[in-house]
């Protein structure tokens, strides 16, 4: 199993960007699709971004044009850019691994997750 250490969070002003960092051990890095959900105080976790192996990208609809997920298989590493923050980004964001990117929307499908990391965003 993949071990996931995440970094970056932290209190930023609305307008303002953040840049999440995820390292990864205990596996191949490079084959492995990797992604960020998020939770808000009482909500449900939420699908925020999802990167195959090989690059191929997907976005939740609420972060869509403003967050750029990207990986570097060198430093086995994942990056989550977030920039024109709102306050409903606050949460705790999680960062995942899968075995496989199926229904990589669904919190069901990650097999590791990281120990999170807060983001508030203050009006």
């Known amino acids: 199993q993949v071990q996931l250490v995440e970094s970056g969070g932290g209190l930023v002003q609305a307008g303002g960007s953040l840049r999440l960092s995820c390292a990864a051990s205990?596996?191949?890095?490079?084959?492995?699709?990797m992604g960020w959900f998020r939770q808000a105080l009482g909500k449900e976790r939420e699908f925020v971004a999802a990167?195959?192996?090989?690059?191929?990208?997907y976005y939740g609809d609420s972060v869509k044009g403003r967050f750029t997920i990207s990986r570097d298989n060198t430093k086995n590493t994942v990056y989550l850019q977030m920039n024109s923050l709102k306050p409903e980004d606050t949460g705790i964001y999680y960062c995942a691994a899968y075995n496989r990117l199926q229904d990589y929307s669904d919190s069901a499908r990650v097999d590791s997750w990281g120990q999170g990391t807060q983001v508030t965003v203050s009006s």
């Open positions: 205990g596996r191949t890095f490079n084959y492995y699709p």
């Open positions: 990167i195959s192996g090989s690059g191929s990208i």
